[in-house]
């Protein structure tokens, strides 16, 4: 970071000669675009839901209403933020790190709360938790091979998980409650069967990378592994 604002590359945005310090003076301004920005309203909201869901006791009706407005506005920008990014090329480092830890604070946020709480029992938040995990993990173990693209069956885990969460949330009682119980036993099916089928896409991508790694070293004559 240079702290040299885009305006001094010529104000134009465009990447300013001097090669390393006008490409990180560009860099250093678009942080601070709608996307990025949205990412940081949904970390704001992490502290702020986990205040208002458990003020007097977290069994106020109308505190876990104003609980369930944070979160549902959480979700909300997590839509719209990586769509913006993507549309209009607003992708940054801080949005790549950022956007998944938002993801996951408000979601895990909940979870705790609620199993804390006595609204949801300890083993449905943590196979959530250690699924997020393992898959977050193992994103590294792969990373230099490829990315694993998101699949629906991961968009549906996110909104199921999403909806049901938000239900627990609201003081829901009669048909309601029943309901949310079997939208999060959806969620959590969901969550088991995506995170098997992301530790499979893993492992096939693992070894066609290292496949290739062999196969170059074979052909440049060096030692294989």
């Known amino acids: ?7 001094a590359a010529g104000g134009t945005g465009r990447p300013a ?13 678009s942080l601070w675009n709608i996307a990025n920005i949205l990412t940081m309203i949904r970390l704001v909201l992490v502290p702020a839901f986990v205040v208002l869901l458990l003020q007097d006791g977290g069994y106020d ?7 369930w407005a944070a979160f549902a506005v959480a979700m909300i ?22 956007d998944p830890i938002a993801d996951k604070a408000i979601m895990a946020a909940g979870l705790i709360c609620l199993s ?3 609204d949801l029992p300890w083993w449905v938040t943590g ?13 590294f173990w792969v990373i230099r091979h490829g990315v694993i693209p998101a699949s629906r069956g ?7 998980q999403g909806t049901a969460v938000g239900m627990y949330v609201l003081a829901l009682t009669g048909p309601l409650a029943t309901l949310r119980f079997w939208v999060m036993t ?3 099916v969901l969550t088991v069967v995506t995170g098997l089928d992301y530790v499979r896409q893993a492992v096939l991508l693992r070894r066609r990378g290292l496949a290739r790694e062999r196969a170059v070293a074979a052909a440049d004559g060096g030692p294989t592994r």
């Open 1 to 7: 970071m240079t702290g040299v604002p885009a305006s």
């Open 61 to 67: 009706p109308a505190w876990r209403a104003w609980a």
């Open 154 to 160: 991961g968009k549906m885990k996110t909104l199921a």
């Open 77 to 98: 920008t997590d839509i719209f933020d990586g769509h913006l990014a993507r549309t209009y090329n607003l992708v940054t480092d801080f949005g790549k790190i950022a």
């Open 17 to 29: 000669p001097g090669g390393k310090l006008g490409a990180a003076a560009v860099n250093q301004a």
């Open 186 to 188: 959806v969620a959590v």
């Open 127 to 139: 196979v959530i938790l250690f699924r997020e995990l393992a898959i977050t993990l193992m994103r």
């Open 116 to 118: 804390a709480l006595g």
